[in-house]
């Protein structure tokens, strides 16, 4: 897999800005991407050493109205430790 078809899009929000203070980013990633690929394309892409990798399978809604159902997808986010130091200053300077 390329690296960009690993790392999908960083997750902003508020809860994930408070866990920056912990060196924690979090990230949405391909469903088939292992840790192993999640710690390669952060290391390369942003130039940092990741010390742990957490995953968890986020299964989407069902949603509709009326007689009209249907459902959102599944999706995996990735939650990313750096080593002591280490920070990716580009994620939240547009907020």
Do not use: C
Not at 24 to 36: G, H, L
Not at 57 to 76: C, L, V
């Amino acid at each position: 897999m390329h690296l960009y078809d690993v790392i999908l899009s960083p997750i902003v929000t508020e809860k994930a800005q408070l866990a920056t203070g912990d060196r924690k980013y979090s990230f949405k990633v391909a469903v088939a991407a292992n840790k192993i690929e999640v710690r390669r394309a952060i290391e390369a892409l942003y130039s940092v050493t990741v010390t742990d990798v957490n995953t968890s399978n986020i299964m989407g809604k069902t949603k509709g109205a009326w007689r009209r159902k249907g459902r959102r997808s599944d999706w995996k986010k990735a939650v990313v430790t750096l080593k002591e130091g280490d920070v990716i200053e580009a994620l939240f300077t547009a907020i």
